[in-house]
C-alpha cells in the first residue's frame, strides 16, 4: 500500500465515463481517505443537473461554475473526482495539483460512447459545434498535460482500475 501523504489528494481526471466517480470510491476505500466528486459541487452550487446548466446558460457558464468550484476547494487527503472539462481552467488545475497527485483514467473514445451512451443529457461542457470526437481529442491533450500518472482502463475493470492507479502511485513513474 503506498504511503500517501495525510496533507496531500489524489485527484482524477479523465472523460465521462472513465470511471473517475466509480474508482474514486474505491479508492478512498482502499486507501482510507475521504472522497470529493466535484460534479455534485457543481450541481448544489447551482442548484440544478449539469445538463440543465448546460441548456439554460450555454457550456461557457458551466466551464465558469466549475472552475469556481475547483477554486474553492480546500480539502486535504480525499480523493477528488472532477468533471471531465476541469482541465480546461489552468488556473483550477494549478491549484489542485499544489496539493495533490493528477491521475489521469485514459479509455479510447469507443469506450466512451458505449459507457455514457446518449451523451446529450450527461451535461457534458462542449461547443455546440463541437463533435465527439473533436471534443475527445482536444481534451486528450489537455489531461495528458496535467496528468502526473496516466491508468488506461480499457481491458479492466473498476476494481483493476483502482489497483492499478495504487501499483501507479507506489512506483517511481509518478511526476
Not at 7 to 20: H, Q, V
Not at 122 to 129: T, V
Not at 141 to 150: H, I, K, R
Request: proline letters at 3%; a negative charge.
Amino acid at each position: 500500500m503506498p504511503k500517501l501523504d495525510p496533507a496531500k489528494n489524489l485527484i482524477l481526471i479523465g472523460m465521462p465515463g472513465s470511471g473517475k466517480s466509480t474508482v474514486g470510491v474505491l479508492l478512498a476505500k482502499r486507501l482510507g481517505m475521504g472522497f470529493v466528486d466535484t460534479d455534485l459541487l457543481i450541481q448544489e452550487k447551482a442548484g440544478r443537473t449539469l445538463q440543465e446548466i448546460v441548456d439554460q446558460d450555454g457550456y461557457r457558464a458551466l466551464r465558469h461554475i466549475e472552475e469556481q468550484v475547483l477554486l474553492d476547494l480546500n480539502v486535504q487527503h480525499q480523493i477528488i473526482s472532477t468533471g471531465g472539462s476541469a482541465v480546461y481552467s489552468a488556473r483550477a488545475m494549478h491549484h489542485l495539483r499544489a496539493n495533490g497527485t493528477v491521475v489521469f483514467l485514459d479509455i479510447p473514445l469507443a469506450l466512451v460512447i458505449e459507457r455514457i451512451g446518449d451523451h446529450s443529457a450527461r451535461g457534458i461542457s462542449r461547443r455546440p459545434d463541437q463533435s465527439l470526437d473533436e471534443l475527445f481529442e482536444e481534451r486528450y491533450q489537455l489531461y495528458c498535460q496535467y496528468a502526473d500518472l496516466t491508468v488506461t482502463g480499457e481491458g479492466r475493470n473498476q476494481d483493476e482500475v483502482c489497483e492499478a492507479v495504487v501499483r501507479g502511485l507506489c512506483s517511481d513513474s509518478v511526476r
